[in-house]
Each structure stands twice: as structure tokens, then as C-alpha cells.
């Protein structure tokens, strides 16, 4: 007998999306691999990287790409670059307030949670050594006041700071 479980097209869809997002490099993705919630390690403030990882997928891939690296026209890559913000002045509320996440039809616990799950999946390299995870009430507060046509004038300014001081 061959075949005891046979996945659903939607869920085989899912399930290969998060595997093309471990990352190819890592060589072990496949049948192999163990189900998502154990073959991640938590980031500090994830809870659940899988819930995490579903919410992202629902609310933020269709713009951003499965693996952060973003549409061109669309949405700009996260991948590599999205925790720079964290280094300069006013560039962890940037990240807050920009409007695909500030609209998000998320919670302020799960948008938190993806918050900080995205930083670690797309940039962990950049986040700084004393960053403290975002937390539902910060969300809360920085979404009741989203970014609206300013939000690319700001974006521009603060990876110009992050590209000043960033040590060669
Ligand atoms: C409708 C498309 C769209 C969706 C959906 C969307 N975003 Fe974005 N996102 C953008 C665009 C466009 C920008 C660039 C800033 C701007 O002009 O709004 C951006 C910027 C960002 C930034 C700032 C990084 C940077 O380089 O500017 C973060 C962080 C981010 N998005 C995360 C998310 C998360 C998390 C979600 C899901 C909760 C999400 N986005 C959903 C389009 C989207």
C-alpha cells in the first residue's frame, strides 16, 4: 500500500510555498523535513512562528513575495534590508505605521507576532543586538496613526540615514 496521506491542492500549495521559503541553501527541505512548527526555532516575541509564518502568507505575501523579496512597482523587498530601520531614529515606528502593516487587518497580538517573525526571517543580520520585540499595545499605538502618501518621502529619508551609518 503506497500513500496513506494525500494533501489537498491547497494545503500541497501551502506546504510548498513554506518549504521554498526555509531557503534552498539549507538542503533539507522535502519529504524529509519535519512539520513547520517544529522546524523552526522561536525568535523572541513569536509565539507560534507557524501562526506567524500563516498570517504572513494571508496578509503581506501578495505584495511582498512568500520570500520577502517584494514585487518591483509594487512593494519594495524586505528581505536583506527591512531590519535597517531598527538603527535609526524613527525607523522602528516607520516599520509600524507603513500602511500595508498599519491597515492590516490583523490583530495587535498577531501583527506583533508577524512584526517580529518577519525581522527575524527576512533580516535577522540587521536587527540590532538590543532589540526588544514589538509588543501589541507599541502596534496599537503606532497603527492608530498609519502613514498615508508621506510613507515613501519617510522611507527614503531613513534608509538614507541607515545607509550614513552603516559601518562599511
Ligand atoms: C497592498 C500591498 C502590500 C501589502 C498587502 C503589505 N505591504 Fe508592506 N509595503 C507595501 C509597500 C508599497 C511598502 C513601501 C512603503 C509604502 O509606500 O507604503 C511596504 C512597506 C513595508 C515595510 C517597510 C519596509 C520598507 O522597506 O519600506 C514593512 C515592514 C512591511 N511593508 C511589512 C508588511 C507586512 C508585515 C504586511 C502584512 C501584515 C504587509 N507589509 C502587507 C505594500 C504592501
Not at 494545503?11 to 534552498?24: D, E, K, Q, R
Request: charged share 15%; with cysteine.
Amino acid at each position: 500500500m503506497i500513500a496513506a496521506v494525500r494533501l489537498t491542492r491547497p494545503a500541497a500549495l501551502l506546504a510548498a510555498a513554506y518549504f521554498s521559503m526555509l531557503g534552498a541553501g539549507s538542503g533539507n527541505a522535502g519529504a524529509q523535513t519535519p512539520a513547520p512548527n517544529t522546524a523552526m526555532s522561536s525568535p523572541a516575541g513569536v509565539d507560534n512562528p507557524q501562526r506567524a509564518w500563516q498570517h504572513w502568507t494571508l496578509n503581506c505575501q501578495g505584495c511582498h513575495r512568500p520570500d520577502g523579496t517584494g514585487s518591483a512597482g509594487t512593494a519594495p523587498s524586505l528581505a536583506g534590508t527591512v531590519a535597517r530601520f531598527l538603527s535609526v531614529p524613527g525607523g522602528r515606528e516607520y516599520l509600524g505605521r507603513v500602511p500595508g502593516v498599519a491597515t492590516s487587518p490583523l490583530s495587535n497580538a498577531d501583527l506583533s507576532e508577524v512584526m517580529n517573525w518577519m525581522l527575524w526571517r527576512f533580516d535577522k543580520e540587521h536587527i540590532p543586538a538590543n532589540f526588544q520585540p514589538y509588543v501589541a499595545a507599541e502596534i496599537g499605538q503606532l497603527r492608530s496613526a498609519p502613514l498615508r502618501l508621506e510613507a515613501s518621502l519617510l522611507r527614503a529619508a531613513l534608509l538614507k540615514k541607515a545607509d550614513e551609518s552603516a559601518t562599511p
